[in-house]
């Protein structure tokens, strides 16, 4: 490897560094907050070394690694995740029962697989970089040890995500026997010319795509979806919800587009029928949900549902709705379980919606970020979630796709109804009742609420003024 | 390397492994059995793999394998690790017994 290979790779470097500093920091004794503080710091340093004035990208590291623009975008959404996660945690993990020293190390073993799974070009990289992303979610899911709700959601994710890897690698193994090579690049080349797709390929990227489904959990494979955002710890559910996701959907995208399998009329069909399925399942699981994790669990089943539309006309111009969409979903979803967190006590997660009955008239600026939350996750105006849904319609504007834009404008008005039903909550009528302890507000609330606070004002930001992002993302795709 | 001739026998060999594993997930309520279906699953796909390997007299199959050996080590190790705080918290491997969220 040359030096310009290290440069650039370095935030997945200092990530790897990141989880070896962590543990030496825990033998040295170091307390909670020297640990938070310290990761931190390494997740802004990994964030600085993020564009590389030195290396013009795009920069080949083969065979395994490619980083684009587009690898470099996904992976800042990692780590902008992976930072307030880290953040969350602090308030969420003091003076619980269970140490939350190594927990630093496994969020850093995450984001660093979410971000090879960004970079990758080639089997053997999506493979890994899956893996060491998933089995360091096994241990943050049931990381609460004495919790049988996270002890269960920890085994079923193991269980289904296993089975799940087995389906991708035998996909995986099944192309390769059909192409013989395992690059995508390498692969597209092989079956360009093909007038059809070869059996034993469709069978295997069928089989593929059942795997990447069960990660994406996306309808028929959405079923651990709702048990584990329920079970796991709130930070390790906004790690699922955006970490996990970005991740996969990254090494999704750049398969697709390396093999032009959407040009094959039979491939976009099976898209599009997944992204249908989700959206419409997605929406309709949560009408009746009360308690706001699983709420949100459907949800991103049905968000997860939008951007595959995007994959489905295979153009440009839907890729780059696609990414606008991500970057407005995970800032949603980082502000939604935010607020999650900050009104959690030490013993109870404040996950049902009644606990959120009247907020607004004792806790204004929680409510009124969730409010906003909410709003761009519904895709009411002035939201980010608005802007990336208009695209993503615009994008599907066309003869042969009326049906998708149908189904998206019919989910998002399905959608409108459980969103705007937590809004009413916030606001409606304070509870006779007055047991609920109120929280202690420490420096560290104070640091969190307001971090969040700047996430929801950068939603509306980008609803109001969207075209410095839309032209940012036109920069990568044109690459 | 020099080719095996009867590559088919093999992936047959393997297809008929991962759904021996799909079968025992599906089926099995005990926890353990279910891990051990699901690493017959994986272990179809090595099997694939070097097959694949073996036909295009290339490494990387055998590569693929040894990645997919560590990969399923390190997931029983968890998995032993949660099976063991299961039984200390229910005192059962049933997945049924142990099921409380739904919903």
New interface residues.
């Given amino acids: 490897m040359s030096p310009s290979d290290y440069i650039c790779l370095l935030p997945l470097i200092i990530l790897a560094l990141a989880s070896v500093i962590v543990m030496l920091v825990i033998v040295a004794k170091g307390s909670h907050k020297t640990i938070q503080f310290v990761s931190l710091a390494l997740f802004a340093l990994a964030f600085a070394s993020l564009f590389p004035e030195a290396v013009p990208l795009p920069h080949a590291v083969p065979p395994l690694l490619l980083m684009d623009r587009f690898g470099a975008f996904v992976i800042a959404l990692i780590l902008l995740s992976g930072g307030v996660v880290c953040l969350l945690s602090y308030l969420y993990f003091e003076g619980k029962e269970e140490g939350p020293k190594e927990y630093y190390l496994l969020l850093f073993l995450c984001s660093l697989g979410g971000g090879i799974l960004a970079i990758s070009q080639h089997?053997?990289s999506f493979?890994?970089g899956l893996?060491i992303l998933t089995?360091a979610l096994?241990?943050l899911i049931?990381y609460l040890?004495s919790r049988?709700?996270a002890?269960?959601?920890?085994?079923k994710y193991?269980?289904l995500a296993?089975?799940s890897?087995?389906f991708l690698?035998?996909g995986?193994?099944?192309i390769?026997?059909e192409v013989?090579n395992?690059s995508f690049a390498g692969m597209s080349g092989a079956i360009r010319d093909a007038p059809s797709l070869p059996p034993l390929f469709l069978a295997g990227l069928t089989m593929l795509l059942v795997g990447v489904g069960f990660k994406l959990a996306v309808v028929p494979f959405h079923m651990w979806a709702?048990?584990v955002y329920?079970?796991a710890p709130i930070p390790v559910t906004a790690l699922i919800a955006t970490v996990s996701k970005a991740g996969v959907l990254a090494v999704l995208i750049r398969l697709f587009l390396a093999l032009e399998v959407l040009s094959f009329p039979r491939a976009a069909l099976g898209i599009g029928l997944l992204a249908v399925a989700s959206i419409l399942v997605g929406n309709i699981l949560a009408l009746q949900?009360k308690?706001i994790k699983?709420l949100l669990a459907y949800s991103s089943i049905a968000h997860l549902g939008y951007m595959l539309v995007g994959f489905v006309p295979g153009t440009r111009q839907s890729f780059e709705s696609l990414s606008f969409y991500l970057v407005s979903y995970i800032l949603a979803t980082l502000t939604a379980f935010g607020i999650i967190a900050c009104r959690s006590s030490k013993s109870e997660e404040s996950e049902l919606l009644k606990d959120y009955q009247g907020l607004f008239w004792s806790h204004p600026k929680e409510a009124l970020i969730l409010t906003i939350s909410m709003l761009s996750l519904a895709g009411i105006p002035l939201t980010a979630g608005f802007t990336g849904k208009f695209y993503l319609l615009l994008a599907t504007l066309e003869p042969d796709y009326w049906a998708l834009a149908f189904v998206l404008v019919l989910g998002s008005a399905v959608g409108l109804y459980y969103y705007l039903r937590v809004i009413t909550t916030l606001f409606g009528s304070y509870p006779i009742q007055e047991n609920t302890p109120s929280l202690p507000v420490t420096s560290f609330y104070i640091l969190c609420l307001s971090l969040i606070g700047m996430l929801a004002i950068l939603t509306i930001v980008l609803g109001i003024f969207p075209s410095p992002l839309i032209e940012y993302i036109r920069g990568i795709w044109i690459s | 390397m020099n080719t095996p001739d009867n590559i088919e026998s093999i992936?047959l060999l393997?297809a008929l492994l991962?759904c021996i594993?799909?079968a025992g997930?599906m089926i099995r309520k005990n926890?353990l059995f279910?891990?051990l279906s699901?690493e017959v699953?994986?272990n179809?796909?090595?099997l694939?793999?070097i097959?694949?390997?073996a036909?295009?007299g290339?490494p990387?199959?055998q590569?693929?394998f040894l990645?997919?050996l560590a990969?399923a080590a390190?997931?029983v190790s968890?998995?032993l690790a949660?099976?063991l705080?299961?039984y200390h918290?229910?005192r059962s491997l049933d997945i049924d017994k142990?099921?409380?969220?739904?919903?």
């Fill in positions: 089997f053997i493979f890994l893996e089995i096994y241990a049931a040890k049988p709700k002890i269960e959601a920890g085994i193991l269980v296993a089975f890897s087995a690698l035998m995986m193994a099944l390769y026997m013989g395992m709702a048990d329920q079970g949900q308690n699983r | 992936l393997a991962f594993g799909m997930v926890i279910m891990l699901v699953m994986l179809a796909s090595g694939a793999f097959a694949a390997g036909y295009w290339q990387d199959g590569v693929m990645f997919i990969m390190a997931e968890i998995g949660l099976i705080q299961i918290l229910h142990i099921k409380e969220m739904n919903g």
